[in-house]
């Protein structure tokens, strides 16, 4: 089974809109942590945001926020007020136990103008 | 601060040749991971050290795959001989361990893209 599923394979969003790009998991740790990152076009890894499996609140890192619903194994990725340099491959990760990090296989962004 | 160097960015080169990727980790990282990434399989895990020591090399594909740390400010990834199905953007990663001792986010290099003809 797929530790990690990001059914998205692209989405398009006008600029200024939000967006929100799906991630789910599988694990039966109790511990664990959520990832997402950025690949634009140029290729680089870029983290965005991460979110722990105890913590209480939604990570948020500027326009970006993690709707996380434990219950339902969801880690979505919100971007608000999107913006052209948004368009780029994200990817949904989970690191299970110390240190592994585990990837989906990612959502296309396109924001158009 | 520099962040997580790879060289070369690219490479080309034939079957049966050896190939060397070169990775300079974060000072002060104590984690450092090799990543592939294609488009069929995405984001392979292949091999990740912890204070230079191998720790999990089972995602590298075959002998022909072997990755070392000598020290803590550098890391290699051999493949020997090559083969076209090796054809891939490697990357190499760095992260360090928090307070709780689970390692944090992973601070990639440019990664190093490689054909094989």
């Known amino acids: 089974a797929q530790k990690i599923t990001q059914t998205q394979p692209g989405m398009f969003v006008q600029e200024k809109e939000a967006v929100t790009l799906d991630c789910t998991y599988d694990?039966?740790?109790?511990?664990?942590?959520l990832f997402w990152y950025k690949q634009p076009s140029s290729g680089e890894m870029i983290f965005l945001i991460y979110?722990?499996?105890?913590?209480?609140q939604n990570a948020t890192e500027g326009r970006y926020s993690l709707n996380f619903q434990k219950a339902r194994k969801s880690a979505n990725l919100v971007i608000s007020a999107s913006q052209l340099g948004d368009s780029a491959m994200y990817f949904c990760?989970?690191?299970?136990?110390?240190?592994?990090?585990?990837f989906g296989k990612g959502t296309m962004l396109l924001v158009s103008p | 601060d520099a962040g997580v160097i790879q060289s070369p960015r690219h490479e080309v080169t034939e079957m049966g040749q050896e190939v060397t990727l070169r990775c300079k980790p974060i000072?002060?990282?104590?984690?450092l991971f090799w990543y592939r990434q294609t488009m069929m399989r995405g984001l392979e895990l292949l091999i990740y050290?912890?204070?230079?020591?191998?720790?999990?090399d089972s995602g590298m594909p075959e002998d022909r795959f072997s990755a070392k740390m000598p020290n803590a400010s550098f890391s290699n990834l051999k493949i020997q001989p090559s083969e076209p199905r090796d054809s891939a953007v490697y990357f190499c990663?760095?992260?360090?361990?928090?307070?709780?001792?689970?390692?944090?986010?992973?601070?990639f290099g440019e990664g190093s893209r490689l054909t094989v003809l």
């Open positions: 694990t039966s740790d109790q511990s664990y942590g």
């Open positions: 050290f912890n204070n230079n020591v191998p720790i999990d």
């Open positions: 000072s002060g990282h104590d984690y």
């Open positions: 990760a989970m690191r299970e136990g110390y240190s592994t990090l585990t």
């Open positions: 979110q722990g499996s105890y913590d209480e």
């Open positions: 990663a760095s992260s360090l361990r928090d307070t709780r001792g689970y390692t944090g986010e992973l601070f």
